[in-house]
């Protein structure tokens, strides 16, 4: 069984910066591929940014975070990242991290039913 955590949310200013973790156990996150998802109050669950399994892994951006969002990973240390830049008042969610059910390395599609594996969330709010 694979367990996220993740970590680094909060509150920040518009045009600020924060950083989120999610930290894997149970097994290696090498093979799987991961994403980051948010889900703003009385919104769908969206995938924000997604990247393939491997060390040199392909990366999927939403539009909405394209140049502003990097998604990252650390298969040594079975971490996945997402720097956030610029952050917007339409960017505050609860941003969920998610592995594949399957440890395919590729990146099967953005629905959510893909991700057989979740972390509990982490809130971020952008607001002056």
């Known amino acids: 069984q694979l367990h996220l955590v993740e970590s680094g949310g909060g509150l920040v200013q518009p045009g600020g910066s924060l950083r989120l973790s999610c930290a894997a156990s149970?097994?290696?996150?090498?093979?799987?591929?991961m994403a980051w998802f948010r889900q703003a109050p009385g919104r769908e669950r969206e995938e924000v940014a997604a990247i393939t399994g491997w060390d040199d892994g392909s990366r999927v951006y939403t539009d909405s975070v394209k140049g502003r969002f990097t998604i990252s990973r650390d298969n040594a240390k079975n971490i996945l990242s997402l720097q956030m830049n610029s952050l917007k008042p339409e960017d505050t969610a609860v941003y969920y991290c998610?592995?594949?059910?399957?440890?395919?390395?590729?990146?099967?599609?953005?629905?959510?039913?893909?991700?057989?594996?979740w972390g509990q969330g982490t809130r971020v709010t952008v607001s002056s």
């Open positions: 998610a592995a594949d059910s399957e440890p395919l390395g590729y990146l099967r599609g953005s629905d959510p039913a893909d991700f057989g594996f």
């Open positions: 149970g097994r290696s996150i090498s093979m799987y591929a």
